[in-house]
């Protein structure tokens, strides 16, 4: 996915993480179905989600075909290693051992790692590319999420 790094890249890899999200919500919605509030937190999260990718979907309609950005070749590898990270391996990361989460809080510390590694990814990916729009929006969408996991585990408190 990352040999050679365009925002048209970045997008399309934005589409395909805003999908993931959406599963791994539904899943956690059904993991929790028996508390009211965190189902309809998770069920929530999930339509956001899939909103976003719908969102980043017509950005990449925007978005020029580019020459690769082939500078900082060291960032390029921490970005592969983050792409490659847990959070981005399907069953064998994000959503290894739904099942096994005993807890509104487990379910929710997974949910906020998520959105915390989906950031500093885009992030990355800002500081490399520069500023853009479309990175700005993704970057933001991922803020918010985070930040209300984070709300919702403090509340927890």
């Not at 189902?39 to 075909?65: C, G, M, W």
């Not at 989460?101 to 885009?122: C, H, I, K, M, W």
Request: proline share 1%.
């Amino acid at each position: 996915m990352l040999d050679e790094l365009t925002l048209r890249k970045a997008v399309e890899f934005a589409v395909k993480t805003e999908e993931a999200g959406a599963i791994f919500y539904k899943k956690l919605a059904r993991r929790f179905a028996d508390n009211r509030e965190v189902k309809e937190l998770f069920s929530s999260l999930a339509k956001e989600e899939e909103a976003h990718q719908a969102t980043f979907q017509r950005f990449l309609q925007e978005v020029p075909d580019e020459v690769p950005y082939k500078s900082q070749q060291e960032r390029l590898a921490v970005l592969r290693a983050m792409a490659m990270s847990e959070f981005f391996l399907g069953e064998d990361g994000l959503f290894k051992n739904l099942e096994k989460l005993t807890s509104v809080r487990d379910g929710l510390v997974r949910a906020y790692q998520l959105e915390r590694n989906t950031l500093a990814y885009y992030l990355e990916i800002r500081e490399l590319l520069g500023a853009s729009d479309v990175i700005d929006a993704i970057v933001i969408a991922e803020e918010r999420h985070m930040l209300q996991m984070a709300e919702r585990l403090e509340a927890l408190d």
